[in-house]
């Protein structure tokens, strides 16, 4: 089976914990369910953060949505002046037969700036998606 990557980046309105947490499960749900990820799927998943983000590793969102056997990586951004700051990337590795064409890229909160060449992206209702992440969950995080 062929593993694919799948993309995504986030911003933070600031270097706290709690929103470094939030909008990388967010930027994650939003990976899964777009793609229809099944989490025995995913083979690892690489975190990056601008050099300005250190409250929290980004990597610890993931285990909160209960991949708990998955290897995760978590790294600094290349510091390129004039760069997206606060930034957050994923990068998942998922196993799927679906094609490369198939996939479905996701960047919110400012960071569709990093790819203007994708298409527009569809509104993030986050009410509705927080409601998605507690009933993966089971209740909570």
Known sequence: MPCRGVRGATTVEANEREAILTATRQLLALLIRRNGI????????????????????????????????????????????GSLELCI????????????????????RGAERLRPDLESPPEIDLAELEAWITKQMGGGV
């Open 89 to 108: 990337r994923i990068l998942v590795h998922w196993n799927t037969e679906k094609t490369a064409a198939e996939v479905h890229h996701v960047y919110a």
């Open 38 to 81: 099944e989490r025995a799927d995913i083979a690892s998943v690489i975190f990056t953060v601008t050099k300005d983000i250190n409250a929290e590793f980004p990597a610890l969102a993931a285990r909160q949505l209960g991949l708990s056997g998955v290897p995760l990586l978590c790294g600094y951004e290349i510091d390129v002046p």
